[in-house]
Every structure is written in structure tokens, then in C-alpha cells.
């Protein structure tokens, strides 16, 4: 790898990446981040935890993978809580990375299993499949009538068949279809559904848990992953899934056994929040008329999400965009290539219950005269 020469193309495409400056604290809107129920700055939520925390001497860390740590107990007594609201057992990740790459390659790791899953799935999902090593087809975007036919032309000529996509997708905000995604895996006996719900756990569906539980579809759905680091303002992920594949789970997934488990810490303010998160239906309510007024703000005619994109077109129109609106107060980060295809560059707005539709307003004519 030629580093310098790398580093060249990309500042000429106006694609470098670089870390962005901290602007908590800032009165700058952050817009670019994941906080869509506005938990991560809820004082009296933190200090409640706290005060918990220092009663019950909480472990700052695990100090060995989950199969060797001798702290067990905040991992167990959270896996209970997400089991019990799921109805299914639960499997604690350090991360949405870890749980995707992990699964996925343990469940994909001979040629003998097909992967067939939406071309716009995120690149954990991706990299899991390149880790496991099994062929993949992809499906257009949200085209379950492509999805079928490549099942129908090619799923029988495999063993198993391991059906992969996200609920609400995270570049453009909108949903897949969950029933289309069961009536395609009922379609092919012995299929697998595995359906990451990332961008939706906390913000949709009852109780916050996520759009296959709003379609009443989740003994349907194999494997269900939610993550802890968005709207539920922690650190990590689970899996949703039946004991068996819990158990093969934990004897194959190498990302849970070959890395130091989340601090037991964590792992308590995460079942902390998700207890809490349950019961935020009119956090939910006003993040759903804020998406609304954001799609109008944007002249977007979809169905309104808590994600929305604002389309440049190229890289370096992306990056002016932002710094047009970090100027007048707004942290709206560029999403460019490879993140998004070529030609789809955008700013990547992404909202919080936490905002006011008065704080979003000042949008309209900064983009309208950008």
C-alpha cells in the first residue's frame, strides 16, 4: 500500500477523512449523531445511575473475554432483561461491529451457505460475510421481488440460506418491509432471516424495541440485532435469538470469544436505560413529529424517519454544505464515497427527541439559499 499516494487521490477527490473537533458543550445542534431519544444528555438519568453504581461497587472492567471473565453478573442480569422483553434469549456484544461481524461469519464460515442480502446493509454486515467466506448475492435496495428470484433461481442449489437486512437503513432513513422480508424467507424452507434493527431499537415500535416487533413478526425473524450506542446512549449491542443458536453463537463467534468483554459497568447502564427506554412513548411521539418537520425542511416526499438526506451530489459540495451550516450553528457532517455510492454524496441529518421543531427551523432558508 503506497500511503502517500493514497492519501494524494483522496485529498484531490475531496474525500479525506479526518476526525471531527468536539463540539459538546457548543451551542452548535449536533445533527449528526445517534442520540434520536435524547438519553445521552439526561443529567437526572446519569445521576440516578450513579448513585447505583456507587451503592452496588459496579466493575470498571471485565478484564477477560465474556468466556473467561469472572465478572458475569451485570452481563447475565441484562441478557434477562432484553430476553424478557423479547420474548427469546439475548446475546451481549461490545459493539453493533462486533455482533455483526461476529454472527454473520460464524453463520457463514463453508460455501455450503448462501448469503443473499440488501445491497445497501451497512459494511459490518459486509465484512462479516467476507470473514465467513460463504458466496453472497445481493438484492436491490427494498426490491423483494428481486430478492425472490434470486432465492427461486439459486437458494435451492445450497444447503442454507441466510436472508440479511436492516430495518431502517441509515444513510436514507427509510424501512424494510417486514412482512415481505418473512413471505421471502417462507419461501425457501430452512431459510434464515436475519435483520439488524440498529437505527430503530428505542425510536420505533412497542416499547422502543423495533419495527419486527411493530410487524408482530419476531418468531419469524431468526436473528435480530440491536445496538446500544444510539438511541439508547450506551456502548455495545445484542443479538435476539433462540437458546440453540445463542449456544452456537458462543462456541463460533469469534468476536465474542477472542475479545475483552464490555466493562460490567456498562453493561449495567445499559440494562439501566433500556428499562427506562421502554416506558419513553412520548419521547417517541415528538421524535416522530420532528422527523416530519424535518422531511418538510428538506422537501423530502418519503416517508418521514428520524434519518433524513440532503443529496450534493459530490464530495466536495458535501463538505461546503457543512461548513455553510457549521457556521450558523448546525454540526452536519458530510457523508461521501465509499460510505454512499458515487453521485450520492450528502449531509446526513439525524435528529433527536432532545431538539424542538423551533431549534430545526432556521434549516429551511439556510438550505434553501445554499
Known amino acids: ?56 461497587g459496579y466493575a470498571m472492567t471485565a478484564a477477560a473475554s465474556r468466556l473467561l471473565a469472572s465478572h458475569q453478573s451485570e452481563f447475565e442480569a441484562f441478557e434477562r432483561t432484553l430476553a424478557d422483553a423479547y420474548g427469546r434469549p439475548a446475546l451481549l456484544f461490545n459493539s453493533g461491529y462486533h455482533a455483526n461481524t461476529g454472527m454473520i461469519s460464524a453463520l457463514s464460515s463453508d460455501k455450503r451457505t448462501l448469503i443473499v442480502a440488501d445491497r445497501l446493509v451497512h459494511a459490518s454486515i459486509i465484512d462479516g460475510v467476507r470473514l465467513g467466506g460463504a458466496p453472497m448475492e445481493r438484492f436491490r435496495h427494498n426490491d423483494y421481488n428481486h430478492l425472490r428470484r434470486i432465492l427461486e433461481k439459486k437458494g435451492r442449489e445450497y444447503p442454507s440460506v441466510l436472508i440479511i437486512a436492516e430495518s431502517i437503513y441509515s444513510m436514507d432513513g427509510d424501512r424494510a418491509d417486514i412482512d415481505a422480508l418473512v413471505d421471502a424467507k417462507r419461501s425457501l424452507p430452512g ?44 456502548t455495545g449491542a445484542y443479538g435476539i435469538m433462540s437458546e440453540r443458536c445463542k449456544q452456537f453463537m458462543v462456541n463460533k463467534a469469534r468476536s465474542l470469544i477472542f475479545s475483552t468483554a464490555m466493562p460490567p459497568i456498562c453493561a449495567a447502564w445499559n440494562r439501566f436505560v433500556f428499562g427506562h427506554m421502554m416506558q419513553m412513548d412520548a419521547e417517541r411521539a415528538h421524535l416522530a413529529a420532528l422527523s416530519r418537520e424535518l422531511y418538510s425542511i428538506l422537501r423530502l416526499s418519503s416517508e418521514p424517519s428520524h434519518i ?38 450528502r449531509l446526513r441529518f439525524s435528529i433527536s427527541a432532545a431538539m424542538t421543531a423551533e431549534s430545526l427551523a432556521p434549516l429551511r432558508t439556510l438550505l434553501a439559499n445554499a
Open 1 to 56: 500500500m503506497d500511503i502517500e499516494a493514497t492519501l494524494s487521490r483522496l485529498e484531490a477527490e475531496g474525500n479525506t477523512r479526518r476526525l471531527p473537533h468536539d463540539c459538546s458543550g457548543s451551542a452548535v445542534l449536533d445533527l449528526s449523531g445517534n442520540d434520536y431519544l435524547g438519553i445521552a444528555g439526561r443529567e437526572d438519568l446519569r445521576r440516578s445511575f450513579m448513585d447505583e453504581a456507587a451503592d452496588r
Open 191 to 234: 431459510a434464515m432471516l436475519y435483520i439488524d434493527e440498529a437505527h430503530a431499537v428505542g425510536a420505533c415500535g412497542p416499547h422502543g424495541l423495533g419495527l419486527v416487533e411493530a410487524a408482530g413478526r419476531g418468531a419469524d425473524v431468526d436473528i435480530v440485532v440491536g445496538t446500544l450506542g444510539k438511541a439508547l446512549a450506551g
Open 308 to 345: 433524513a438526506p440532503f443529496i450534493a451530489g459530490n464530495p466536495r459540495r458535501a463538505v461546503e454544505l457543512s461548513r455553510h451550516l457549521e457556521r450558523h450553528g448546525f454540526h452536519v457532517l458530510p457523508i461521501r464515497t465509499p460510505t454512499v455510492p458515487p453521485g450520492t454524496d
